[in-house]
Structures are given as structure tokens and as C-alpha cells.
């Protein structure tokens, strides 16, 4: 039957996407959004003052949180870091606190990252492997800790760790497709490193497989069933853009340029989409040469 979502960053490029599909698919969506609604599927919140009406939450069936500052927006400061972890701890505690006090059996499906798992170079990575070090592995865990008070109201809670999403209207892709045009599309630092990647429409479908499943709760790992070496990655950019691909960057240039989001690119993450294939989810995107010429090829 069809149900009635709210959802946070649905502003983004994969809340655009999932207001999209969720309501073609039949579902009432109403957006949460940080000042006053302006249309009639629009519920207000603050989530940097925590401040949430339970009362506004009424009658919806599930929340999907998205919300949280971009990690490509910005160099990695001290300042933006500062805003990553924020964001992510203020608007989880925000919808999580408002979800128990509303006292009723919401799914909540509050976004999450493979960076919980850090650099762990050829080590096959599932939803049972233990955190890495860092910190965006101890942003990580912050960000799903905050996520308690729903849990301990009793609410279903899944958090998917989503890689790397390949679309060429955001993220690391539309980057890199900027330097490829460029000419700058080879390794970067070893380029041995794993990336664990999913396109835009899985990542939508996942979400919607755990909005419709709440028996699923903990950690869901949103990847492709193959992830890639990182130089893999840019020789398909490469093909796709009919660029080379051999010019590498090294890492300390890698460094100078992106700041601590260097470590995201620059790191190895070899990441098993173990429960999402365990409850029947099938993938649309598993050949990523084939996802780029789709993308970008164009």
C-alpha cells in the first residue's frame, strides 16, 4: 500500500532522486526543510537548534534522513569538519528524539557511510567488520550513534552505508569528469586502492528496499556488487570520455588540493553489499564501464 515518507535533504542530488521515485510509485513524500514551507508537501525543522514538533511527524510511516553538510563541498578545514560532524549529529539526534517522543512505529532509515570502515587496503569489507581510524570513522559512528533515542523508543533503525555514488550531477563523479575533460584522469596516489561505488538509481532503490523492509535494521551496506581499483575507475572515465587516463596525481597533490576529503579518495574500502543481497535486493548498475558511458559519455 502506499505510504506516506517524509524526508530530509531532499533538496540533494539523492533526495531529489528518491522524492522522485517514491512518488512515482504511488507514496505521499513530504520534506522536511530549514525555513518556512512554502508549498503544501513542506514540514518545517532546525536541526542545527534540535528543535523538531513530534506532532509535525504525525502520521507518516517512515523517515528517510539525508540531510548533513556535502563532503566534496568543501576543503576539509578544521572549520568544515567541524560542520561535517555537526550536521550529521545535530539533524540524526534531532529526528531520532522527535521519532520517540511521537510514540509510534516509524522506520527510520538515517543515512550513513562506508568511511565507518577506514583504509583497510585488500580486506573484504561486510556489515560484521569492526570500524577503521580516522576521522571520518569516528564521524561515522557518531553520526549512527545519534540515532539512539529511536532505538531505545523501540523504532525499527537501518543505516545505509552508501560508497561512492556514480552520477554526472554530483559527488566525486561530476569531479572527476571535470579533470578528465581536463586531461587529468589518471591514478590517484597508488591508484590500487578499492572503490566501493553504486549508481544513482540503485542507491534510490536501496533506500526504498529499506523503507518497505523494516525487519532490516543496523547497517546495510549500499555498494555494487564489484567494486573497483581506483585506476580502473578513471581508465572507464577515460574510455568513456574518449580521454587518456595516464597522467597520474600523486598523494601529497592529492592532499594540497582536497584536504582531509583526500583520504576518502585516497583510501582503500573493498566493501560487501552482503544484506542488501541477502533480502532480495537486485541491483540495475554492476558493470561500471557501462554506468559511465551512460552518464558522462554523452
Do not use: C
Not at 111 to 127: H, K, M, N, W
Not at 164 to 186: D, Q, S, W
Request: no cysteine.
Amino acid at each position: 500500500m502506499p505510504k506516506r515518507i517524509a524526508v530530509t535533504g531532499s533538496s540533494g542530488m539523492v533526495g531529489t532522486a528518491l522524492t522522485a521515485h517514491l512518488r512515482s510509485r504511488g507514496d505521499e513524500v513530504v520534506r522536511l526543510v530549514r525555513r518556512s514551507p512554502q508549498a503544501p508537501d513542506e514540514l518545517e525543522w532546525d536541526p542545527p537548534s534540535r528543535r523538531l514538533d513530534p506532532s509535525t511527524l504525525a502520521g507518516v510511516d517512515a523517515v528517510v534522513h539525508l540531510a548533513g553538510a556535502g563532503p566534496s563541498d568543501h576543503r576539509w578545514t578544521p572549520a568544515y569538519q567541524r560542520e561535517l560532524l555537526t550536521s550529521r549529529v545535530d539533524g540524526t539526534t534531532t529526528v531520532a528524539t522527535a521519532l520517540a517522543e511521537l510514540a509510534a512505529p516509524v522506520r527510520l532509515v538515517s543515512q550513513s557511510a562506508i568511511g565507518f570502515y577506514g583504509d583497510r587496503g585488500e580486506e573484504v569489507l561486510t556489515e560484521q567488520s569492526g570500524p577503521g581510524e580516522g576521522f571520518v570513522t569516528e564521524m561515522v559512528r557518531a553520526w549512527e550513534d545519534s540515532a539512539d533515542p529511536a532505538r531505545a523508543a523501540g523504532l525499527s533503525v537501518a543505516h545505509p552505508r552508501t560508497g561512492l555514488v556514480m552520477a554526472a550531477t554530483g559527488g566525486a563523479l561530476e569531479r572527476m569528469t571535470t579533470l578528465a575533460r581536463l586531461g587529468i584522469n589518471g591514478p590517484l596516489g597508488s591508484g590500487r586502492q578499492w572503490w566501493s561505488w553504486i549508481s544513482l538509481r540503485d542507491t534510490v532503490a536501496a533506500l526504498a528496499h529499506l523503507v518497505d523492509h523494516p525487519d532490516i535494521r543496523g547497517p546495510v551496506n549500499v555498494v555494487a556488487p564489484e567494486p573497483q581499483r581506483q585506476r580502473d575507475v578513471a581508465r572507464a572515465l577515460g574510455h568513456a570520455l574518449h580521454r587518456p587516463s595516464v597522467l597520474p596525481a600523486p598523494a601529497f597533490g592529492v592532499r594540497l588540493v582536497l584536504g582531509g576529503f583526500a583520504d576518502e579518495v585516497l583510501t582503500s574500502k573493498r566493501v560487501s553489499p552482503g544484506r542488501l543481497l541477502e533480502t532480495g535486493f537486485t541491483h540495475q548498475d554492476t558493470d561500471l564501464t557501462q554506468l559511465l558511458r551512460a552518464e558522462v559519455g554523452s
